[in-house]
């Protein structure tokens, strides 16, 4: 049972050569960076539409186009989409449309629904709202189709369905002077103008393919791993017995967080896997317990916004000394080993900061080593266990759990095909897949190849066209870097809003970030409403100064990302001219709680500070 208990550090080797480390991790990244940096992927509107615009689990129903003049239109109705949208609904904002892709709401929780999904933080923490819905999830790491239920329930308790447009995906997006009104239109032919826009899209609402060549000459049955064929594989949602594999050869693409998760079902129910491995992840153990109900008995008011901090403390903090780990899994194991050496110095409050990341840094080696011969003690063969080995800073790749991912590969039928010295698969041909100079045929091909997160913001938002007064393009004003007020708003950009990692503070839980971000953009709408407000927009001058200030403030984490292995994390290592570019914008350095207070601060002043009001 899930319940709260005494965490301390964790046993982790002491014999590491940390110089060999270091040199072995660059050769290791060295070996995966690619010249084409984030453009080795395709965009899935490039002729392969079909890997993400059809929706798997609700039929397309032909539908009269929308004419209308709205309040308020939020494009996304993932966590992003439904918290700005419920605080607005909380102030008082009522004509507020959530404009969405898939057939409801829970953005990558209702278009994930592959063998084996669950929240790979801790759901207590992730899911948000919890106490003001009343709800506790059943165990630590919540199932997919328990959190997309809990999606679901938000759009109910805040009355968003009622207005919600399904199905749909926005094409432009305009500023019309003459109207003062955004017009948005989409594939369903609508021609909605909203006075206000929130984009709440979020980093997880594209899927991206790996630019192999010959993608198109294969000929077997192939998909995304976020619109999962359950027609084909069997199975369902629920209960996924993917028994029509029995006589399949499947290969799988990809072994991030969600390739984790659906490898030991392929690996239980296909005749053949191929599980294909460019970087392996970290795999830690999972031990999902359930809750206690117990422990829910000791919760009292407030108990989630703790929690959340304590995460963060633990993990984007580094530590929190003095302070219970609360969460005490994977996640925050580095910050409490730092702490344990912090705490054993004769005087701990003199510790300089270079102190402090040099013990980190030791810790971070030695946790490293713990998961790399963790792999030693799961995989019966050597060369399949050193393949999986990860050689890489925590925290460069995603990090991961899973009691079934490493011992699958102890099965007959389960192989791993590293593809690390090649960068990757080489072609695709009619029948199957080439490697190492190798052909596979296989039946089907499996891409769990992620999302488009750090490539270009036009990419992101898969809108062909944002532009603001003057027909200024979004793309072409944020290419050189986000030009915002509070990370929020964007001057020429009139009544527009952003969610997501621009230039705000930055949580170690992306639902906290998402509840800051709509809490504050719906008091200025709100605002702006009750006042009579017609347009708002940043004043140069403050836009300028929230530029400066995120940019003086900035930790320099660029030479961290650098040495990381080429991923998502570091817009795959900058190759292709495109650079270094993290996966969560330009962060405001002081941190999520200090931005917080700073929005808090702002808000209380009720003056709307740097915005420039037009009646």
Not at 304 to 326: C, I, Y
Not at 587 to 604: I, K, S, T, V
């Amino acid at each position: 049972m899930t319940a709260m208990r005494e965490c301390g550090p964790t046993t982790t080797p002491e014999d590491v050569d940390i110089p060999a480390l270091r040199a072995k991790y660059q050769l290791e990244r060295e070996k995966r960076l690619r010249k084409e940096g984030s453009k080795q992927y395709v965009e899935t509107g490039d002729g392969y539409a079909e890997f993400a615009e059809i929706d798997p689990h609700t039929p397309y129903v032909e539908r009269d186009p929308i004419v209308a003049d709205i309040d308020v239109a939020v494009l996304g109705g993932g966590f992003g989409g439904l918290l700005s949208a419920a605080y607005l609904k909380k102030a008082g904002v009522d004509d507020v449309h959530v404009i969405e892709m898939g057939g409801d709401f829970g953005g990558v929780w209702y278009w994930n629904r592959y063998p084996g999904i669950q929240c790979d933080n801790e759901s207590y923490c992730y899911v948000p709202l919890l106490e003001e819905l009343g709800f506790i999830p059943s165990k630590k790491f919540a199932d997919g189709a328990e959190i997309y239920q809990h999606c679901r329930n938000i759009g109910k308790h805040f009355g968003l369905y009622d207005g919600a447009i399904f199905s749909t995906q926005v094409r432009d997006l305009i500023w019309d002077d003459d109207v003062d009104r955004w017009k948005i239109t989409t594939n369903r032919g609508d021609d909605i103008r909203a006075r206000f826009v929130v984009m709440a899209s979020g980093p997880f609402n594209r899927p991206k393919l790996p630019g192999i060549p010959g993608l198109k000459d294969f000929t077997g049955h192939s998909f995304h791993s976020s619109r999962w064929d359950y027609d084909y594989t069997g199975g369902s949602p629920s209960d996924p017995v993917l028994d029509k594999l029995a006589d399949k050869t499947v290969a799988i693409i990809g072994t991030g967080a969600t390739g984790v998760q659906i490898v030991p079902y392929l690996g239980r129910y296909a005749k053949q896997l191929y599980v294909v491995q460019r970087t392996p992840s970290t795999v830690d153990e999972r031990n999902n317990r359930p809750t206690d109900p117990e422990w829910v008995k000791t919760l009292g008011p407030g108990w989630q916004k703790e929690r959340q901090r304590n995460f963060h403390s633990w993990t984007f903090e580094g530590m929190a000394l003095g302070q219970p780990d609360l969460v005490c899994d994977f996640w925050t194991e580095l910050g409490r080993n730092t702490a344990a050496r912090v705490l054993a110095l004769p005087d701990p409050a003199s510790m300089t900061p270079e102190q402090f990341m040099g013990l980190r840094e030791e810790e971070d080696y030695k946790l490293m080593e713990r998961l790399r011969r963790r792999v030693e003690t799961l995989v019966a063969d050597g060369a399949t266990a050193e393949a999986l080995k990860p050689y890489y800073r925590f925290l460069c790749k995603r990090p991961c759990s899973n009691d079934d991912y490493l011992p699958t590969f102890n099965l007959p039928n389960v192989t791993l095909v590293d593809v690390s010295e090649s960068k990757g698969v080489e072609k695709l041909t009619e029948t199957g897949f080439v490697a190492n100079g190798v052909e596979y045929p296989v039946d089907c091909i499996i891409y769990a190849s992620g999302f488009e997160i750090t490539t270009e913001i036009s990419r992101r938002y898969s809108i062909d066209a944002i532009e603001g007064r003057d027909g200024v393009s979004l793309y072409d004003y944020w290419h050189d870097g986000f030009k915002t007020l509070h990370g929020m708003t964007s001057r020429g950009f009139p009544n527009q809003f952003f969610t997501g990692f621009t230039q705000v503070g930055i949580s170690a839980n992306i639902a906290a970030n998402y509840e800051l971000q709509g809490e504050h953009i719906a008091y200025v709408i709100a605002e702006a409403l009750r006042r009579g407000v017609t347009t708002l927009e940043p004043t140069q001058e403050a836009q300028d100064g929230w530029c400066a200030t995120v940019r003086e403030t900035a930790i320099d984490n660029s030479a961290f990302d650098a040495e990381c292995t080429p991923g998502y994390y570091n817009n795959e290592g900058g190759g292709g001219g495109e650079g270094i570019r993290s996966h969560l914008g330009e962060p405001y350095g002081p941190g999520f709680y200090a931005f917080g207070d700073l929005l808090a601060q702002w808000r209380e002043k009720g003056d709307l500070d740097g915005l420039e009001l037009r009646p």
